[in-house]
Nanobody, 115 residues
Framework: QVQLVESGGGLVQAGGSLRLSCAAS????????MGWYRQAPGSQRELVAT???????NYADSVKGRFTISRDNTKNTVYLQMNTLKPEDTAVYYC?????????WGQGTQVTVSS
């Protein structure tokens, strides 16, 4: 019913920027809270940012002021603009949709920040 596909990951130098996109299919996007999570090797998955259906946002302290989450309900797409990237931002980034029936996850996109 719901599919999430991330794109925009890659290799960048510290201080650089990337914009991740998550394209969603299904009929639940506009009414759902969307989020970005990340998982570094050997670590647990952690929340990066979330955005509600009315565009209320929440950020992890480690990315606040550097990352911005946004959504375009017409295009069923959520974005994560990542600025001033640091090596500790290196991880696989996953898109998440919170629905009444439970969470949906994308396949992940790799972000690598070199020093």
């Amino acid at each position: 019913q719901v599919q999430l596909v991330e794109s925009g990951g890659g290799l960048v130098q510290a201080g650089g920027s990337l914009r991740l996109s998550c394209a969603a299919s299904g009929s639940i996007f506009s009414g759902s809270t969307m989020g970005w999570y990340r998982q570094a090797p050997g670590s647990q998955r952690e929340l990066v940012a979330t955005i509600t259906s009315v565009r209320r946002t929440n950020y992890a302290d480690s990315v606040k002021g550097r990352f911005t989450i946004s959504r375009d309900n017409t295009k069923n797409t959520v974005y994560l603009q990542m600025n001033t990237l640091k090596p500790e931002d290196t991880a696989v980034y996953y898109c998440n949709a919170a629905t009444f029936d439970g969470p949906y996850w994308g396949q992940g996109t790799q972000v690598t920040v070199s020093s």
